[in-house]
C-alpha cells in the first residue's frame, strides 16, 4: 500500500534528522504581532476591559480570560524523582559495527549519526533545588534511532540502593522531605532516610558511592554515567549476550569538596546547569564513550555475585569496558518546558537487537515509566509531544485520548482488519519487527528473592578498599555529616553496626565524630525487609569476600587528567596590575580551552601598570573560589598592595586552597599569598615545590610559571593538602 505523503517525504530527507523534526515545531515571535491563541490580532495587551476607566472589570473581557486562565495551568507536577536537571542535544556514533553481539541498527554503521538527548538530573529535590545536593545524578540518553527510540536511563552510580522494584516507593518516601514538615529539601541527611537504610542491608554498596564524592560532580560533563542492570545485546543469529552499558566522560571523573559543594548551593544553585549550558554555548561540547562489559550467555552463573542484582557492578578488572562509540552533546535545548521538562523517558523503550533480563529492578521500571508520564504529561498522548516523537512514523490503532494531535485519516482503527487490507501491517523479524529474546523459563509463582541476592558488603568493601586516602576521608565526613544529621542515636547506631560490616576503620573514624562505640555486632535482626511469615534468620545477609581485592577503576584518583579544556581560572587584579603577565597567562589559559575570568574589587576595568585597560568580569561581590578550578594572582606593585588589604581577596584565596585548587602566582605578588593563613606552609624556596603534588606555582619567570600552571590544573585537586586532615580557610 502507498504510503502517505508525510512518510514518503520523511524517506526522502535525512529520516534521522531530529533537528530539523523540531524544527517544525518550533516559532519565534520575531517581527510578529501579537495574537490571541485563536489568531485574533490584540490591540491592547496592558488594560482589562472595564465598565469606566474606574470601573470593576467585564466578564466579557474574552482576552483577559484566555490570558489568565492560560497561565493558571502554565505548572505541570514535577517528576517524582530526578525533578532537577538539565538537558541537551547531541549525537551519538558507533566506532565500527558491533554485529557480532547486536542487530541494532544504531550500533551496526559507523556512518549513521544517531541524534540524541540526554537529561542529568538529581533525584531527591524539587524542581527548584540546588544541583549540588549530595545524591545520585540521573544520566538519561533518548536515541532517536531508525527504529524507534531507545532510551538508556541510566544514573552516574553503577548500582541501586533496591533490588527489587516493590521497595521503590519506601526509598524514595524515605529519601524525600520528611512528610509532616517537608524537610529537608534535596538532602538525605535526615531520619527516615537514614532509619530506612539501617535496616536494609542491601543498600550498603550504594550508600559507598553515595557518601563518596561521586554525589557532588565537579560537572554534568565530567560524570560517569551507568545503565546499572544487566541487559542482552541479541544479534542477527539470535544469541544473547549479557551487556552492562557505561558512558565514559572524555574529560575524566571530577568532584567537587563538600564544603565546597554547599557554598555553591547557596551561591550559584543552578552551577551544573550553567556549566552545561555555559560549555555547549562556548563550542566546548561534552563528549562520552559508550562503554559495554559483555558476558557470553554461558557464563552467566561464573561470577561471585548474581548478575540480575542491580546492587552489584561487574568489576572491570574481571570483564573490562569496551568502548564502541562516542556521544558529542552539541546543541541546548530552545525551550526548557517544552523539551527538558516534557521529555519523557522509559527504560522499555528498546530497539531490536537490545533485550531486558530478570533483573527485579528492571522488571518494576518497565511499568513504572509509562504510568507517570500519563498523570505527568496528562494524557496517554505524550508521544506526539515533539521532543518525545521518533524520527520515523508512527502508525497503528491507538486513538484518542487527552491532547491527541495526529489526525488519522479512515474509518479503520482496528486490526486484523479487511477494509484497509489489513494495515497497518505487523512487521517480519526481517523487516525490524521486534521480537522478544526467547529466553527458557521453568518455574514456580513464587514472591521470593534468589539466595544469590543476599550477599551485601563485599562489593561496599572492594569500593572502600580501592579508594584513595583523600578519597576514604571524604566518604568518613560524609557519613559523620549524613548521621550528624540524623536526631536518632538509635539510627545512627544501627548504621554503625552496617558499615562496621564494610571496614573497621570506616566505622571507627564516623564513631568517633559521633562520639559512640562501634558495636561489637551489629543490631539483629540487621535486616527488617523479609516477608511476614518468612524466618529472618533465613533474611540476614551473608558476607563473602570479593574475588578481587582491589578495583582502579572505583577511584577517581586514577581518572583522566590531562586536560584543562572548559576549566575555569579566576584572576585576581587591581589597578596597577602588570599586564604583562596577566595577558601572557591568560591567553595560554585560553588556548588550552579554558575560561578566564578577571576579579577586581570593582566593575568596569582595572587600570594596569602598563596603562592598558583591562575590562573586569566580576567583583568580590558577585564571583567566589568555588566557582573556579584555578587561581592566579599576578604581581603590579599597586595590584598587590590592594589585594592584600582586600579580605575578599585573601579569603578567596585561602578558599581556593582549602578545597585543594591550583593557584599560581607572579614571585613579586607573594605579598598577597603571604597575607593568607597557609603562607606558613610555603617553602623558602619555591623551586622545591613539587607543582604536580602540590598544586602551587610561584614565580616570575611567566613561561614557567605558565607551563606549570597548567599541568596543576589539568590534575583538577590536591587532595593529599588535606593529609593528615582538612585545612582551615
Ligand atoms: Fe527511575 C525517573 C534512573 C529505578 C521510577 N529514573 C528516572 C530518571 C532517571 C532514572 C535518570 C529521570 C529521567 C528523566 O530525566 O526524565 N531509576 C533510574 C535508575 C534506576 C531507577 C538508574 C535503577 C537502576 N525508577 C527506578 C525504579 C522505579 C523508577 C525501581 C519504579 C519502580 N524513575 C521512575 C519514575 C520516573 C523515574 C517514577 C520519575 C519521572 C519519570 O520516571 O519520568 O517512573
Request: with cysteine.
Amino acid at each position: 500500500m502507498a504510503k502517505n505523503k508525510k512518510d514518503a517525504a520523511n524517506a526522502a530527507e535525512n529520516i534521522n534528522d531530529k533537528v530539523a523534526k523540531l524544527a517544525a515545531h518550533t516559532t519565534s515571535d520575531d517581527g510578529e504581532l501579537l495574537t490571541t491563541n485563536h489568531g485574533l490580532r490584540i490591540n491592547d495587551d496592558q488594560n482589562s476591559l472595564k465598565a469606566g476607566d474606574r470601573g470593576a472589570t467585564l466578564l466579557e473581557d474574552f482576552i483577559l480570560r484566555e490570558k489568565i486562565t492560560h497561565f493558571d495551568h502554565e505548572r505541570i507536577p514535577e517528576r517524582v524523582v530526578h525533578a532537577r536537571g538539565s538537558a541537551a542535544h547531541g549525537v551519538f556514533k558507533v566506532y565500527e559495527s558491533q554485529s557480532a553481539i547486536t542487530k541494532a541498527h544504531f550500533l551496526l554503521d559507523p556512518s549513521v549519526e544517531t541524534p540524541v538527548f540526554v537529561r542529568f538530573s538529581t533525584v531527591a529535590g524539587s524542581r527548584g533545588s540546588t544541583d549540588l545536593a549530595r545524591d545520585v545524578r540521573g544520566f538519561a540518553v533518548k536515541f532517536y534511532t531508525q527504529e524507534g527510540n531507545f532510551d538508556l536511563v541510566g544514573n552516574n552510580m553503577p548500582v541501586f540502593f533496591i533490588q527489587d522494584a516493590i521497595k521503590f516507593p519506601d526509598l524514595v518516601h524515605a529519601v524525600k522531605p520528611e512528610p509532616d514538615n517537608e524537610m529537608p529539601q534535596a538532602a538525605s541527611a535526615h531520619d527516615t532516610f537514614w532509619d530506612f537504610i539501617s535496616v536494609m542491608p542491601e543498600s550498603t554498596h550504594m550508600i559507598m558511592w553515595l557518601m563518596s564524592d561521586r554525589a557532588i560532580p565537579r560537572s554534568y560533563r565530567m560524570m560517569e554515567g551507568f545503565g546499572v542492570h544487566t541487559f542482552r545485546l541479541i544479534n542477527e543469529a539470535g544469541e544473547s549476550t549479557f551487556v552492562k552499558f557505561h558512558w565514559k566522560p572524555l574529560l575524566g571523573v571530577h568532584s567537587v569538596a563538600w564544603d565546597e559543594a554547599q557554598n555553591i548551593s547557596g551561591k550559584d544553585p543552578d552551577y551544573h546547569r550553567r556549566d552545561l549550558w555555559e560549555a555547549i554555548e562556548s563550542g566546548a561540547f561534552p563528549e562520552w564513550e559508550l562503554g559495554v562489559q559483555l558476558v557470553p550467555e554461558a557464563d552467566e552463573f561464573k561470577f561471585d555475585f548474581d548478575l540480575l542484582d542491580p546492587t552489584k557492578i561487574i568489576p572491570e578488572e574481571l570483564v573490562p569496558v569496551q568502548r564502541i562509540g562516542k556521544m558529542t552533546l552539541n546543541r541546548n535545548p530552545e525551550n526548557f518546558f517544552a523539551e527538558t521538562e516534557q521529555v519523557a523517558f522509559h527504560v522499555g523503550h528498546v530497539v531490536p537487537g537490545i533485550d531486558f533480563t530478570n533483573d527485579p529492578l528492571l522488571q518494576g521500571r518497565l511499568f513504572s515509566y509509562t504510568d507517570t508520564q500519563l498523570i505527568r504529561l496528562g494524557g496517554p498522548n505524550f508521544h506526539e509531544i515533539p521532543i518525545n516523537r521518533p524520527v520515523v512514523p508512527v502508525h497503528n490503532n491507538q486513538r484518542d485520548g487527552f491532547m491527541r494531535q495526529t489526525i488519522n485519516r479512515g474509518k479503520v482503527s482496528y486490526g486484523p482488519n479487511g477494509i484497509a487490507n489489513n494495515q497497518p501491517a505487523q512487521a517480519k523479524a526481517a523487516e525490524g519487527g521486534f521480537t522478544s529474546y526467547n529466553e527458557r523459563i521453568d518455574a514456580r509463582k513464587i514472591r521470593r528473592r534468589s539466595k544469590s541476592f543476599f550477599e551485601h558488603f563485599s562489593q561496599a568493601r572492594l569500593f572502600f578498599n580501592s579508594q584513595s586516602d583523600p578519597e576514604k576521608n571524604h566518604i568518613i565526613d560524609a557519613f559523620s555529616f549524613e548521621l550528624g544529621k540524623v536526631r536518632s542515636v538509635e539510627i545512627r547506631q544501627r548504621m554503625l553496626g552496617i558499615i562496621a560490616q564494610v571496614d573497621k576503620n570506616l566505622a571507627a573514624g564516623v564513631a568517633y565524630n559521633l562520639g559512640l562505640h562501634v558495636p561489637q555486632e551489629p543490631e539483629q535482626p540487621m535486616n527488617l525487609s523479609f516477608p511476614a511469615d518468612a524466618d529472618p534468620a533465613d533474611y540476614q545477609p551473608v558476607d563473602e569476600e570479593s574475588s578481587i581485592m582491589l578495583s582502579d577503576a572505583l577511584s577517581m584518583l586514577n581518572t583522566v587528567k590531562d586536560t584543562i579544556k572548559s576549566r575555569k581560572i579566576a584572576i585576581l587584579a587591581a589597578d596597577g596590575v602588570n599586564a604583562v603577565s596577566l595577558n601572557t597567562v591568560k591567553d595560554a589559559l585560553v588556548s588550552g580551552g579554558a575560561t578566564v575570568e578577571v576579579i577586581a574589587p570593582r566593575l568596569g576595568v582595572v587600570i594596569a601598570e602598563q596603562d592598558e585597560k583591562i575590562p573586569v568580569d566580576h567583583t568580590f561581590l558577585t564571583a567566589a573560589s568555588v566557582f573556579y578550578d584555578a587561581v592566579y594572582v599576578p604581581g603590579g606593585t599597586n595590584s598587590v598592595a590592594t589585594l592584600e588589604a582586600e579580605a575578599d581577596a585573601v579569603h578567596f584565596l585561602n578558599e581556593a586552597f582549602k578545597h585543594c585548587k591550583a593557584i599560581a602566582a607572579d614571585e613579586d605578588a607573594l605579598q598577597v599569598l603571604e597575607a593568607t593563613y597557609f603562607s606558613k606552609k610555603l617553602p623558602d624556596d619555591f623551586s622545591d615545590v613539587s607543582v604536580l603534588t602540590e598544586g602551587i606555582v610561584i614565580s616570575n619567570d611567566t613561561a614557567k610559571l605558565t607551563k606549570q600552571f597548567i599541568a596543576a590544573i589539568a590534575q583538577h585537586r590536591f587532595w593529599e593538602r588535606e593529609l593528615p586532615r582538612k585545612v582551615p580557610a
